[in-house]
């Protein structure tokens, strides 16, 4: 998968335009994918896309039911990807 398809997915995942349970969902794999997708960021120097991709997910997960798992990955991920200041 390109750098554009996951950009193109990670924008789809993040429209919050259908009902509740599709939000949950595709806030779920968007922070999943965030989680994931460290490691790319690092080694290609995408780390500003990572970071804003990381936030956006994180922040659509506000107050929307999604595993404690996958919000928890994509804060790790921001934090040891030096994607956040601490």
Same mark, same amino acid.
């Given at each position: 998968?390109? $750098?554009?398809?996951?950009?193109?997915?990670?924008? =789809? @995942?993040? %429209?919050?335009?259908?009902?509740? &349970?599709?939000?949950?969902?595709? $806030?779920?794999?968007?922070?999943? @994918? $965030?989680?994931?997708?460290?490691?790319? =960021? %690092?080694?290609?120097? !995408? +780390? #500003?896309?990572?970071?804003?991709?990381?936030? #956006?997910?994180?922040?659509?997960?506000?107050?929307? @039911? $999604?595993?404690? %798992?996958?919000?928890? #990955?994509?804060?790790?991920?921001?934090? &040891?990807?030096? +994607? !956040?200041?601490?």
């Amino acid at each position: 998968m390109g $750098v554009t398809s996951l950009r193109a997915a990670l924008v =789809w @995942l993040l %429209q919050q335009d259908e009902g509740i &349970n599709e939000t949950q969902r595709r $806030v779920e794999i968007a922070l999943r @994918l $965030v989680g994931a997708l460290r490691r790319f =960021w %690092q080694m290609h120097g !995408h +780390l #500003k896309e990572g970071q804003m991709f990381t936030e #956006k997910a994180l922040s659509a997960s506000q107050g929307i @039911l $999604v595993s404690a %798992q996958a919000r928890a #990955k994509a804060f790790d991920r921001r934090r &040891n990807a030096g +994607l !956040h200041p601490e």
